[in-house]
T-cell receptor, first 116, second 113 residues
Framework: KNQVEQSPQSLIILEGKNCTLQ??????????LRWYKQDTGRGPVSLTI?????NTKSNGRYTATLDADTKQSSLHITASQLSDSASYIC???????????????FGTGTRLTIIP | EAQVTQNPRYLITVTGKKLTVTCSQN?????MSWYRQDPGLGLRQIYY???????DKGDVPEGYKVSRKEKRNFPLILESPSPNQTSLYFC????????????FGPGTRLTVT
């Protein structure tokens, strides 16, 4: 069964500090890995999308890494800001649905709280 | 502005009263999908559509219906809502194919009493 596991479930850090969120997956075949940011009560917003051949991708202060051999990814946030308080969801694309398009498997997210 | 819109944003209803949640996108995307999000379970796919008149079940389709008569619209229908359908619902759209970014709507919080 395809699964995406994220750790930690929740994290509290001081404003200005760095942090790293983890994602482990067992999705086969693998196509891509995405990180989303979801503010409370709002829809997820894409941060990065990485394919098999990419092992790092940045979006401002967000840097995602991918190790397709160990099936692990991390999201590193540099110099955190209060606006970074949100849930961060790891999503893995792969496998095929009935119509042959890729299926997305969602993790349950890491709830990040930045305190001043 | 490129966006996915959903209506209503909040809805409280009673068991058995049919309802429809609308979803519309202005990006000419072929692929559209409905998800529900429950605490501790993450986003789970209800139904998806590859194009007009092409729809298929996702992981949790029981109790829901969809239709895709126009490319931009993908309504979610609950014929006889039950309390276990109380959830936060998201519509999403993307271009068809692998690795395309999926754009999510703002969500509809549904409470069934």
């Amino acid at each position: 069964k395809n699964q995406v596991e994220q750790s930690p479930q929740s994290l509290i850090i001081l404003e200005g500090k760095n942090c790293t969120l983890q994602c482990n997956y067992t999705v086969s075949p693998f196509s891509n890995l995405r990180w989303y940011k979801q503010d409370t009560g709002r829809g997820p917003v894409s941060l990065t999308i990485m394919t098999f051949s990419e092992n790092t991708k940045s979006n401002g202060r967000y840097t995602a890494t991918l190790d397709a051999d160990t099936k692990q990814s991390s999201l590193h946030i540099t110099a955190s800001q209060l606006s970074d308080s949100a849930s961060y969801i790891c999503v893995v694309g792969g496998g095929l649905s009935n119509f042959g398009n890729e299926k997305l498997t969602f993790g349950t997210g890491t709830r990040l709280t930045i305190i001043p | 502005e490129a966006q996915v819109t959903q209506n209503p944003r909040y809805l409280i209803t009673v068991t058995g009263k049919k309802l429809t949640v609308t979803c519309s996108q202005n990006m000419n995307h072929e692929y559209m999908s409905w998800y529900r999000q429950d605490p501790g379970l993450g986003l789970r796919q209800i139904y998806y559509s590859m194009n007009v008149e092409v729809t298929d079940k996702g992981d949790v389709p029981e109790g829901y219906k969809v239709s895709r008569k126009e490319k931009r619209n993908f309504p979610l229908i609950l014929e006889s809502p039950s309390p276990n359908q109380t959830s936060l619902y998201f519509c999403a759209s993307s271009l068809l194919g692998a690795s395309y970014e999926q754009y999510f709507g703002p969500g509809t919080r549904l409470t069934v009493t």
